[in-house]
């Protein structure tokens, strides 16, 4: 589900993260609050442009030989005692060819816990030295060398060697990051394809995906946790963050009601 508006706030009211759920409305029996209509938190931040930050997880629950080789976002809900307001699973972006969102940050992390026993003390990967957090295209992660590629993808790297032959051990702390799309060169060279910011003009959703290398187009072997933190309960989370920019909507009845004189309430 795309979101269909947002939420948006200015700076002098930001006080939090920005909050990627966007489910704000209630949920009513017969379906007239449609949840959809409620986007994601933005900021104003400078006049003419919202900027968004969603954040959300990758629960990794399974163990050698059943490793995820795709998997979707988790978008944790802010309200956890309202269960008519659940956890989103998808994360989107609802950009447009007339709004179109212009990202700019992509991160990735395993999850360290701060030893409090719920959290695995790592994640492994079965074969491919490569987490990745990026766009989906027709159910297949993209190349990091496309064009802006770099900038909406963001890659956990490890050749640190697991237990088992050809497993890959990525470590609790370990981060990821997309490319800077900031020019500090001039020149063609300043201008590379994977460096410039992802325009996404429909909607675009991003998964956690296993890869070879980061410009990989298909997945592989999958990830998973040890056996050891699987059976004492314990879960791995990959930790995912996207941010970006989306003109805003063109000012409206609401924004000139305030000054006009007359009004005539029937």
Known sequence: MTYLSAKKIYPGNWAEPLNGWYKNIDVVADGTNDYSKGGPTSVLAIPGYRYFQQRGYVPVTTTSGSGVAAADVIVPSPYRQDDTRPDIT??????????????????????????????????????????????????????????????????????????????????????????????????????????????????TTLKVFAKETANSTTTSGGFYISSGDASAGRTGYLVVEVCYIQPDEAPGYEDIDGYLTGRTVS
């Open 90 to 203: 998808g994360m989107v972006i609802s950009g447009s060819s007339t709004l179109p969102a212009y990202v700019y940050r992509t991160a990735i992390s395993v999850a360290s816990g701060w030893g409090d026993g719920r959290v695995a003390s790592g994640v492994y990967a079965a074969t491919g030295n490569v987490i990745s957090f990026g766009r989906v295209s027709s159910s297949n992660p993209t190349a990091a060398s496309g064009v802006g590629e770099g900038v909406i993808q963001a890659n956990l790297t490890s050749t640190v060697s697991g237990t088992q032959a050809g497993e890959i051990y990525f470590a609790g702390g370990t981060a990821g990051y997309g490319t800077n799309p900031f020019l500090t060169i001039t020149g063609a060279t300043g201008v590379a394809p994977g460096t410039v910011n992802y325009s996404a003009t429909s909607s």
